[in-house]
């Protein structure tokens, strides 16, 4: 089986909506130039974190995986990113470094916490 991956490199920046509109431009670019299969974005595409500053975290069914969800339905390719999670169960509070894949059609295939 072929396929074609490309590995996007990008700076992100603290703000989740500037990132999902970096990432929008590079998966439209990827794809026009490519036409790849699957797009693989950073750890820390969602934001990074700079000095006494409180990462921003969403549920995966927040804005910045909905926008990511929808990149990958309309293009059609499958999307791997690592975004800042914060779970729906109010009990934990704890934030998580998660991996989402996604889809062609833009749905969540699987998803990976790491945990050290």
């Not at 074609?4 to 920046?13: C, G, K, N, P």
């Not at 929808?70 to 791997?80: D, M, N, P, R, S």
């Not at 998580?96 to 894949?101: C, F, L, S």
Request: proline share 6%; charged share 20%.
């Amino acid at each position: 089986m072929k396929g074609t991956f490309v590995l996007v490199q990008m700076a992100s920046v603290p703000e989740p909506e500037e990132n999902l509109k970096k990432i929008s431009a590079f998966v439209k670019e990827a794809v026009e130039t490519h036409r790849p299969d699957l797009l693989m974005f950073p750890e820390y595409c969602m934001s990074v974190v700079q000095p006494g500053m409180i990462r921003p975290a969403e549920t995966l069914d927040g804005p910045f995986v909905s926008g990511l969800r929808e990149l990958a339905k309309t293009y059609g390719v499958w999307i791997v990113f690592g975004m800042s999670e914060q779970t729906a169960d109010s009990a934990d509070s704890r934030f998580y470094n998660t991996t989402v894949v996604l889809d062609a059609s833009g749905e969540i295939v699987t998803t990976y916490r790491k945990t050290h």
